[in-house]
């Protein structure tokens, strides 16, 4: 995402983050062993999990990893179903997306490299999660897509990058659940010490992290 500028980047990042909705857990106990790492990456305006490739795999949770054989990382973004895969956005998608509840995508792209050698101009924090913590945040993950019958998930179009896809997920997105909101719940889902509530923004989310980053 660009930033854009007046009123219009305001609502448009109003809509940017009005794209995350996932079911929470609780933090898990403390854990001794972090073994896995998972990282959150933000542009200042939306944010993103990526987890690597193999480890995700080898979970068995998340069959539309297959979609991406040659990927090192994969990049999970959640969204407005219209407003988010548009290669050109209108006002009126904008305020549609902000302001009423609309249905959501899922966004899967493939890296080759880490996030912070693969974006210029991003914010990257990264966690290490235990066995079983990371378990629950790629189960979480992949209980966001819309899936029929049980089946693995088809993408519906190309993604925003190369190696990307946009799949239709679980949820609906709306000026006050976003993909910051979205991001936040995830982490929490694996434990990581951050709460979804009031969270809309991507400097909101950034702001919780800090201090878990620091406490690690």
């Known amino acids: 995402m660009r930033r854009a500028t007046g009123a219009l980047a305001g609502l448009v990042c109003a809509v940017w983050f009005a794209a995350c909705m996932a079911a929470a857990s609780p933090p898990l106990g403390a854990q001794t062993q972090r073994t896995h790492s998972v990282a959150v990456v933000s542009n200042g305006w939306h944010a993103a999990i990526v987890i690597g490739r193999a480890e995700l795999v080898a979970t ?3 069959p539309e990893a297959d979609d991406f054989p040659d990927a090192v990382f994969l990049e999970f973004g959640w969204g407005d179903r219209v407003y988010y895969p548009a290669g050109k ?5 904008a305020l549609r997306a902000a302001l009423t509840a609309t249905p959501a995508v899922m966004h899967m792209a493939g890296l080759a490299r880490p996030p912070e050698l693969t974006y210029a101009d991003v914010e990257v924090f990264s966690f290490a999660l235990s066995q079983e913590e990371f378990r629950h945040l790629v189960g979480a993950i992949a209980g966001q897509f819309e899936r029929h019958e049980g089946g693995r998930a088809a993408a519906v179009s190309r993604g925003l990058y190369p190696d990307s896809n946009f799949y239709h997920a679980l949820g609906t997105f709306s000026l006050f659940n976003t ?17 979804p509530s009031g969270i809309v923004t991507a400097d909101e989310l950034v702001t919780r992290l800090r201090p878990v980053i620091d406490q690690e």
């Open 179 to 195: 993909c910051n909101t979205w991001a936040a719940r995830m982490l929490r889902a694996g434990g990581v010490n951050v709460s």
């Open 60 to 62: 068995g949770l998340l």
């Open 89 to 93: 956005k209108t006002i009126g998608m």
